[in-house]
């Protein structure tokens, strides 16, 4: 069964310093988002992303977060200047479509920033 | 505001007997309303969704929901629990804006089945 995946499963980084998470949708799915959970909290909706543009972000995703679909298959998210506060297991997410369709999510990357 | 809110941090049952756990939602318009499991080091599995029409809808592992509008409910069921049942489940509420999805999750329900 197609799934989606992340790398890496786990990322530990100095505040300050650049970070790219990894993501490859399922592959005939064409909406793509990604989702935060700080530790003991509610998963948050950050960002999704349609037709290689942003279609809808939330207030989370400040001028320090992008997304890019840089190729076919990947779909990354960058945090410019990492915090301690973006500690957090990230989620990417894909469906086939953005309406009725269910989400499905890959396994997540745990973020550390010291 | 939008919210879903799963009022139990954790359920207890004993295997065998029937589970509920329990979910409502705040929305405006008509919602679309999901359940998601996690266990342990994995990502969030769909488990099933209500769209529109027959409120008891059917899902993997044999899980379950019934849909309430009047209560705004949309509780997660299933007749016999068993062990390998145990996890984190999430409920979810789905809004549309432009034609776009975001999920808007509830704060997650341990399942723990006991022997």
């Known amino acids: 069964e197609p799934e989606v995946t992340q790398t890496p499963s786990h990322q530990v980084t100095q505040m300050g310093q650049e970070v790219i998470l990894r993501c490859v949708p399922i592959?005939?799915?064409?909406?793509f988002y990604w989702y935060r959970q700080i530790l003991g909290q509610k998963v948050e909706f950050l960002v999704s992303?349609?037709?290689?543009?942003?279609?809808?972000k939330s207030e989370i995703f400040d001028d320090q977060f992008s997304v890019e679909r840089p190729d076919g298959s990947n779909f990354t998210l960058k945090i410019r200047s990492t915090k301690l506060e973006d500690s957090a297991m990230y989620f990417c997410?894909?469906?086939?479509?953005?309406?009725?369709?269910?989400?499905?999510f890959g396994p997540g990357t745990r973020l550390t920033v010291t | 505001a939008q919210s879903v809110a799963q009022p139990e941090d954790q359920v207890n049952v004993a295997e065998g007997n029937p589970l509920t756990v329990k979910c409502t939602y705040s929305?405006?318009?008509?919602?679309?309303l999901f359940w998601y499991v996690q266990y342990p080091n994995r990502g969030l599995q769909f488990l099933l969704k209500?769209?529109?029409?027959?409120?008891l809808v059917k899902g993997s592992y044999g899980f379950e929901a019934e849909f309430n509008k009047s209560q705004t409910s949309f509780h997660l069921k299933k007749p016999s629990a068993l062990v390998s049942d145990s996890a984190l489940y999430f409920c979810?509420?789905?809004?549309?804006?432009?034609?776009?999805?975001?999920?808007?999750f509830g704060a997650g329900t341990r399942l723990a089945v006991h022997p």
């Open positions: 979810a509420v789905s809004l549309t804006s432009g034609g776009y999805n975001k999920l808007i």
């Open positions: 997410a894909s469906s086939v479509s953005g309406l009725e369709n269910e989400q499905y």
């Open positions: 592959s005939n799915h064409l909406y």
């Open positions: 929305v405006s318009g008509n919602p679309y």
């Open positions: 209500y769209i529109t029409g027959d409120n």
């Open positions: 992303f349609y037709n290689n543009e942003i279609s809808e």
